[in-house]
């Protein structure tokens, strides 16, 4: 995050931030970082966090082997956290009913892309574009079901597609 860097933890209902110090390597005292959880019978097995501008977000992931959806029997509301780095508060939830196997943010950080694994098996699948700000839904794409992967890449102008694209199975 800008020349930032951060370490998250997550145990139980307990979530903690530090502040990395490229010139320390003895961390500092954390952050707490306080969020309710729908269902903490069933422990979080896979979480993810980047920064983007003055926020970090953080994710449970959905889809992979670690996808407490299987053997809990409370809902799992899914989503992303919007967090102050600065204070550990949670500013707000996005996307409460998107469960995120993969998520990015575009290249100003005010619009984050995601993979949305509706089902444990992938057979439903969805590309979700929503605003950093507001949480709200932008635009949805439905995709074949298949195991799906984003990421943010920089390239030259000159050698990205134009025009309509449709994604190819081999």
């Known amino acids: ?3 930032s ?26 952050l707490k970082v306080s969020f309710s959880d729908a269902a903490p019978e069933c422990e979080i097995h896979d979480e993810k966090m980047f920064g983007v501008g003055n926020r970090i977000f953080l994710y449970e992931a959905f889809g992979d082997k670690g ?22 508060e949670v500013l707000r939830r996005l996307a409460n009913g998107v469960h995120f196997n993969s ?17 444990l098996n992938w057979d439903s699948i969805g590309l979700v574009r929503l605003d950093t700000e507001t949480g709200r839904v932008l635009s949805k794409k439905e995709l074949t079901p298949d195991v799906w992967f984003i990421d943010l890449v920089s390239m030259p102008r000159n050698i990205v597609p134009h025009g309509e694209l449709e994604a190819v199975h081999d």
């Open 103 to 119: 998520l990015v943010p575009n290249s100003d950080g005010k619009e984050l892309y995601g993979i949305d694994v509706r089902h």
């Open 5 to 30: 860097f951060y370490l998250y933890s997550y145990h139980r209902s307990d979530g903690q931030l530090w502040k990395v110090n490229s010139q320390n390597a003895t961390l500092g005292r954390p």
């Open 67 to 88: 996808d407490r959806r299987s053997g809990c029997k409370a809902p799992i509301p899914g989503g992303v956290l919007s967090m102050d780095p600065e204070t550990g």
């Open 1 to 3: 995050m800008r020349d």
